[in-house]
Structures are given as C-alpha cells and as structure tokens.
C-alpha cells in the first residue's frame, strides 16, 4: 500500500484530500494568530504559516535552517523562535497546529521532510553562522525527529541544507514534478530532498557547513564494525520510522532481519514514536520465543541513535506477492484444475493463519496488524507471521494505534476482535480482494460472497459464510460504509442498479450514464481555490494537478461535453480563474496549459483557449518527449488547436516538434502511452493524417519498435515494465494495452502484413492481457476501463461487454448517484484518469458512440 494515499486519506471518508484539511479551525498553535508588529506579513500555505519582516529581500535560494521538536514540546519551541525572529527581523515559517506536527511525523508521512517544525530563511553566510549559534543556544536540550534530507548542526535540534527560498518546479529524471532550484547556467534543476544530506556540487561550502562535515566524517571513522556488524544487501520496506533490512551478520555469517526504530519519528495514533513499538515488539518476541511461525529474537542494538532488532530472517515470500502471482482471477481464462488447486492452498492458508492466531490468543496476545504484508509462505507451504510492533496483551482496552487499510474495522477495535476481524477481511482478499471498498459500501461484502460462489469450487454457502464472518466480528455487522452514511439522510432518491443487460439495450443503460454524469456534477466543489472535482492525489502535488486533463477540472469537463452533457458556466469560469492565478503550471498535454487550452477550445471558449496557447508558445517546450507532460502531447494538442483557433502555424510548430522528436530519438523516462515511446507514435500517427507522408508511418513503426523492445509478455500477456516500482502494467496509460492500440492504428493505415510479426504478436498478447477478471481498480488510465476501451476499439465487443458488467463490483452510489472509487479504491474519485469522468466516457462509448480522448483514441478509424 502506497503511504501517500494512506496520508490523503485523513481529512475525509470520501474523498482524497489534503492532510493539512484533517485539523480542526480552532487547533492552532498560538504563534498562528499572534499580533505581528507593523509591516510584518503572515501567509498560511500547505499547512505552514509564513512570517516575513518588512522590507526582507532574500534571495532566490540558500542555506535554510531547519529546527526539529517533538509534538510535546512544538507550541513552545515555536513561541520561543518567534520571539526571536522578531527581535531580529528573520524570515520563517512553522507547522501551524498540533495536528499537522503529528500528521509530519506520524509513520506513513514522508520520511524525507520528517521532522521540520520551523524553516528559517538567513538572507547571507553570516546571518546563517549568527542564526545556528543563537538558536544553539536558545534550544539547547530540544528533542526531535532526526531530519533526514538536512546536516544536523551540534548535538541539537538544529538542521541545514542549501535550496530554493522560493516556489519554483521542474521536471525530474522519472518525468515527474518536483520542487527546484537553479543551477549553475540559471536553468531549474531538482531540488532534490532525499533520505541523505548532500550537496549541489557547484554551491560553494560554507565554512560552518564544512566544519560540522568534518566533525560528522571524524565520529564515523571512530565507529568500528563491532558497533555495526552487519552487511545490509537489501532494503525490504521504509516507513518514517524507520526501515526493515536484509543483512548478513559478518560474525557468523548467517542472513538477518535488521528491524530499525528512529527516535521522536514514525508517530502512531497513541503519540507512540517507533523506539517504542520497538522494544514493545522485542518484549512479544521473547514472551514468543521457540514458535516456529514467529522470528527468533537474535540480539537488541543501538547505534548512535538509531535502534534495531536483530531477527531470524525466514526464507519465503509474502503472501501478497503469493496471492498476486497464483491468484487465478488475475490470469486469462484458468480451468477447473487451476480453480481448484489456488482454492485448495488458498482454504490452507486460512486454516494455518487462524491456528497462530489462536496460539497467541492462548498466551494473552492480539497480533494486531494481520494483513498479506505480515504474512511469510515458505518454501514448503508453511506460513509465519511477522511484524508484532503494535501486538498487545489481549486484556488490554485501548484500541491499536496503527492499522492497515480493509483489515481493520472501527466496530472491531478491541482485544481478540482485532485479529478475528482480519482474518475475515484476510479470507475475503485471498478469493475477491474487495476489502478496502468495504469502508467505502459495507455492501460489497455480500457481493464478494456471491462472486466467490460462482467462481471457486469452495464449500457450499462459503461466500456467504466469508461475508457472515466479517459482520460477527464487526459485532454483529459491518458498519455502514462513507458512502451509505451520507446516504442514508440526504434526501436524495436512489440510484439505478448496475445493469447486466448488453450495452446496446440502451433503454437499460441510458439512466447509468444520467446518473454518472449527475453524480460527478454533484461532486464538485467551486468554493474551493485548489480543486474543482475530487480526484487522484495528485491534484496535490506541485504542478497544480487540480486543472489538467488527468486529474483536474479540464478533464471532467471535457468528459461531460463530450458525452453530451451540459458543462455549468461556473466550472468553465473556475478552471479559467484559478489557470490564470497559477503562475507556474506545466505546458503538458495532460498535466498541464496544453490540455487545459485543448478543453476550452471545445468548451467553446476559443478567446480563452487562444490566450493560454500564447502562454504556452511563450514557455521553452520541455524536455520529456511524451504524450502526457511532454513535446509529443504539445505537438498533438497544438494540431488539434490549429483547426479549432484558425490558427495555421500552430499546425506548422506542430510539425516542427514532430520533426524535432522523430530526429532526435531520445528515450522517454518512462514507458506506454503517456510518457513513453508510445506517445510518440501515436503523434506521428496523426502527422501522417495530416499530411499524408508516408515518413510518419516509419517514425512510428520505429518508435513502437523501441517499446517493444523493452515488453515482456508473460503467460501470453504484454506488460510494459515500470522502472520505479518494478511493476509488470498491462494498463492503457503506462502498460500493454496502450501500446497495441497505436500497434492497431498503425495496422489500419499500412496493413497488418506489412508490420513486424512481433507487432502481431504484441497485439494479441495485449487482447489476452485484457481477459482477466480481477483488476484491482475501475478507471481510464490504470483500470478496468482502460480495457474495456481498448477491447471496444479493436473490435472485441463480446470481451468488452463481460467488464461492462464486472463494473458491478465497484461501482457505489452517493447521494442518489453512482459513483466509482479511485486509485488504491480507498476513496471516490471523479477524474478522467482514475475516477468517474473517464468511467463515464468510456461507457458512452460502449452505449451510444465514441468519445475522442487526445492521442488516445481521437485517430479516426475507418
């Protein structure tokens, strides 16, 4: 589970939002409203409050100081910097409540800006040397997170590292955007923020930087590998607290679990820091000793400040990487013996997991945290748990701090009901992994049921037994999920059920699409300035993600035009307010000024449209060559924009970047049809509508050629890889299925024969990649509409009528209108890419005709 999402989802039950929105009005730390001498200007932004003295000129960027505290001692440490700011006329901000200090340091925040409690702005080098003697002094004894990113100063709570004083972003090595700085040439460059202090290496080193460099490199040198005596080959996983190793021990060299605690950080609910879940888990590991599904305890050592266990490393694989690579539902088409065998070892599991779980409920323990993370399959079958941090006594009756997402349930919160509860939620996953939406619709659980029923040979009445299960240790049931609470007492009428009826009944399907498109209106939000729709979580990143086509208003206004449905003036005058108050967006075609100009055009906004093409033209075109962010998505949409505006030369520099892409060859980031080679393709597929040259043919041959190059196809299945996170994607937006559907358009132009045979090859293998039933979310971009798509475009109707109705299992309603969840399916989400705008223009395609999507589907067919 990615923490990102876990964090966005604090502030709402329903929707993604940003973790600051979580605190109440009144929960600010005093220095937030304290009167300001003359000329002093407070601004609150993402959570921090800004003080600025009158007259402060700083620089662009510089040496920032950084001053860590525990959540205990943040109000008085910040009433303490403000008094000396003041007095000396410094620029600086601070976490402006108690509850966005615990959100930056609990255990899912991100452990790479952990710790910051105030930044401090010294204008020069002297101010700086001025600033760390003063606060050294003044904070002396301060307890803190240890910041990662930062060169901590003393022995203090002091931090600093060189970067940008202003907002300013760029685009990374992963085509992401980040936050920047300028380089030696005065271009942006990341302002990298990692898990270790470094510097550029064109800033120059002042010489009390130097100084703590150098004392720092003396007390390493003084340690000894009898201090450390392991070799670390392999991080398994990173949280804010800390991380979990894989080592070989160099005094006997035999493998171990290196389980690490950093002190003040990785806060749980309790206000317990991960040193204390650490010696909470090696007192259950001695209490457990000689069981042989739990770790041996090795050895407890401390290292500076930084705590480990030293654990007996047993050799398996988790059972979430079991369960993806056996699970049948994920694979084309499985027989009756493939059916019978994963049912067989999936009734297995359960049966060992409950026996553990008894054996600990025996000796007086709760597990706590039973999920497929914490669950080991050996070589042989047999499972172990691992991870005890938040195990407890089971007469204890305070409920976990911690928990994972769809095994937890706030009416099972108390001793043994706990694990009862997970292992329900844990027997529901190995079969219909549906767990998360139960937070969302309780009622997915009878559905599950039934699902199971009629695909696995379980014993009968096992579907129901599963669902039963989890109501009985919920307390009786499972309590109403987000979206049936606020359904419950609003008034509205219901919604239509999903139907299983062919989508060319559209009598059937016509009151779906209504209630789509009425449901996505409902969402929306105009009195908030940073979001239009609920959407993805990247509406919150830098870059303004709440405008463009993928995640913000742009794309689901676009989607209701287009599927005939009326767009509010209002919305059309939001996403024209808040595009021109953003100083600082992306060109993107996707992400950013180009799709936003391309929606307008067909809002019917032209005057608009044409102003932010001008701000566009007036930018440097990036330097990622994709459809999604980068030169090929700006050429397509600058096409497109020519016949719309009038405007020919759009046209023209529409050529020039094709020429420019197809000339240069210069390998994307990342790969498919956004950001990889399939970008380009799909834009040279369109220059050669336009103009005819066969030379736009070969220059996207040879770019599908590229991707291709870097495909796997496995089990008949085309995946693209995905470098970040090492996923195998059969998507539409980053996988195999967005790659064969420009293989398909390149087809109808030059004919099957006249391709490549691995063109074919790759082809069918995406067709086979669409078949199977269980996918994990329902959207465009990475979801089970993306394929959906993608079969009613290569003429696979029948394929594409079976997820029509498999949709069923996670469309939801909320107030009288079906909705869908987003990614990861924690929370509903409106947006093309992941959410009900794309849902819904791919089901009006399936009803009553097609909806261009650019450089997706806009080429036409014949």
Known sequence: MDDLYERHCLADPLFYDEPVRAERPDDRFAAATAPLPPGWRRQEHGGWVNLRPPGARLPEQGWKVHVSATTDEAGRVIDQVLAYCLEHELTWKFLRSPATV????????????????????????????????????????VQGPYVLSDLRYGEGPLYLRYGSFVERYCTDGHGERVPAMLGPDGEPVPDTRGTVFAVPDWVPVPEVVAAQQAADAEREAAGSDTEFPFEVSKALHFSNGGGIYLATDRRDGRKVVLRE????????????????????????????????????????????????????????????????????????????????????????????VSGMLATLHRRGLVFGDLQPNNILVRPDGRCALVDFEITFPAEDGTAPPLGTPGFVSPRARRGTAVDAYALAALRLYLFLPVNQLLGLDSGKAELAGREIERRYPVPPGFGAETAAALHRAAGGTLPPGATERHRADDGH?????????????????????????????????????????????????????????????????????ACGRPVPPEHTEWLLTRTNAAPDLPAGLYDGLTGIAWTLARLGALEEAGALVDRLLATAPPADPGLGSGRAGIALGLLDLAGALGRDQLAEQALALGHQLAAEERAPRLRGLLDGWTGQASLFLRLHEHTGEPRWLAAAEAALGRELDGADISDGMLFLLEDRHHRKLPYLAAGGVGTAGVIAELARRTGEDRLPARFAEATAAAGRGCLPELVAASGLFEGRAGLMLHQLRTGRRAQAERHLRLLEWQVMAHRGHLVFPGRRTMRLSADLATGAAGILAVLHEAVLGPVPLPGITDLPRP
């Open 261 to 352: 605690a950093r002190p003040h950080a990785g806060l749980d609910a309790a206000r317990r820091d991960a040193v204390q879940r650490l010696h909470s888990e090696r007192r259950v590991l001695e209490a457990l000793d000689g069981l042989d599904f739990v770790p041996a305890l090795y050895e407890y050592r401390q290292v500076w400040e930084h705590h480990y266990l030293v654990e007996e490393y047993i050799e398996g694989e988790r059972l979430e990487e079991v369960f993806t690579r056996t699970c049948p539902l994920a694979r084309p088409e499985p027989d009756e013996a493939e059916l019978a065998e994963y049912t067989a070892w999936a009734l297995d599991v359960v049966d060992q």
């Open 493 to 561: 009428g219901q919604a239509p059920a999903w139907p299983q009826e062919p989508a060319t009944d559209t009598a059937a399907w016509r009151p779906v699409l209504d209630s789509l498109a009425e449901g996505i209106l409902a969402m929306a939000t105009p009195e908030r300035t940073d979001r239009l729709f609920p959407g993805d979580i990247a509406q919150f990143g830098p870059g303004h993600g709440g405008l463009g086509l993928a995640h913000g208003a742009a794309g689901v206004l676009y989607a209701l035009r």
């Open 102 to 141: 615990l959100a930056a340091n609990s255990k899912y925040a991100d452990r790479r800006s952990s710790g910051k409690l105030i930044t401090l702005y010294p204008e020069d080098e002297a101010r700086l040397v001025r600033v760390l003697d003063d606060l050294s002094t003044l904070l002396k004894g």
